[in-house]
């Protein structure tokens, strides 16, 4: 149990266009998401924490505009980069948090790496 | 504020050896403690977590960890290593009443045959 699925797995695109990230828990409803970023050899960075049905919480310093972060379900969040630029290229992870059984721990989707050209 | 050290940024085994990756933490408060592994190009996989009770923890694939509060540490350990073993390792704190995970910097575990 506790799975958490990403899609896409893998993503390029245009700069200026914009990437919609897909996370689910796909055996227990998540109260809280959340979404990272991760550079190569580094840790996880947190860029948001978003509650079924209102607005995210963002970290200082992640552009609220540029990362819009919706969680409209339960078991659905979304992360779309609009206007991606090279920049943002990189792996971004969700994270899921569970009502009830698997509380106190996050579980984490595959990751999905995406590359801007 | 909380806070994780991994003080190892690479960590080489023999297969076979025991194995040790240290981890201390800072918290104000009682502690919720994790380690995940990351293989090359995944996402972070669980391994076990310290709630309350016991101070060891015994989780996935054969590792376990102990909680040792006068020290602030939960080091991850396991037996005989395996060359499988071998990835990067996150130790990560949550403070009760804080809602978010705050990771170390990683330790790559790679385990020689």
């Known amino acids: 149990g506790a799975v958490v699925s990403q899609h896409p797995s893998w993503v390029i695109c245009k700069s200026g266009t914009s990437v919609k990230i897909e996370c689910r828990s796909l055996?227990?409803?998540?109260?809280?998401m959340f979404w990272y970023r991760q550079f190569p050899k580094q840790s996880l960075m947190l860029m948001a924490t978003?509650?079924?049905?209102?607005?995210?919480?963002?970290e200082q310093g992640v552009e609220k505009d540029k990362f819009l972060i919706n969680h409209a379900s339960l078991t659905l969040s979304t992360l779309t980069v609009t206007s991606a630029h090279p920049e943002d290229s990189s792996f971004y992870i969700c994270?899921?948090?569970?009502?009830?059984?698997?509380?106190?721990?996050?579980?984490f989707g595959p990751g999905t790496r995406l590359l801007v050209l | 504020a909380q806070s994780v050290a991994q003080p190892e940024d690479q960590v080489n085994v023999a297969e076979g050896n025991p194995l040790t990756v240290k981890c201390t933490y800072s918290?104000?408060?009682?502690?919720?403690l994790f380690w995940y592994v990351q293989y090359p190009n995944r996402g972070l996989q669980f391994l076990l977590k310290?709630?309350?009770?016991?101070?060891l923890v015994k989780g996935s694939y054969g590792f376990e960890a102990e909680f040792n509060k006068s020290q602030t540490s939960f080091h991850l350990k396991k037996p005989s290593a395996l060359v499988s073993d071998s990835a990067l390792y996150f130790c990560?704190?949550?403070?009760?009443?804080?809602?978010?995970?705050?990771f170390g910097t990683g330790t790559r575990l790679t385990i020689i045959p």
């Open positions: 994270s899921a948090r569970s009502l009830a059984g698997y509380q106190e721990t996050q579980y």
């Open positions: 055996d227990f409803q998540a109260t809280t």
């Open positions: 978003s509650n079924e049905g209102s607005k995210a919480t963002y």
């Open positions: 918290v104000s408060g009682n502690p919720y």
């Open positions: 310290y709630i309350t009770g016991d101070n």
């Open positions: 990560a704190v949550r403070e009760r009443g804080n809602e978010k995970l705050t």
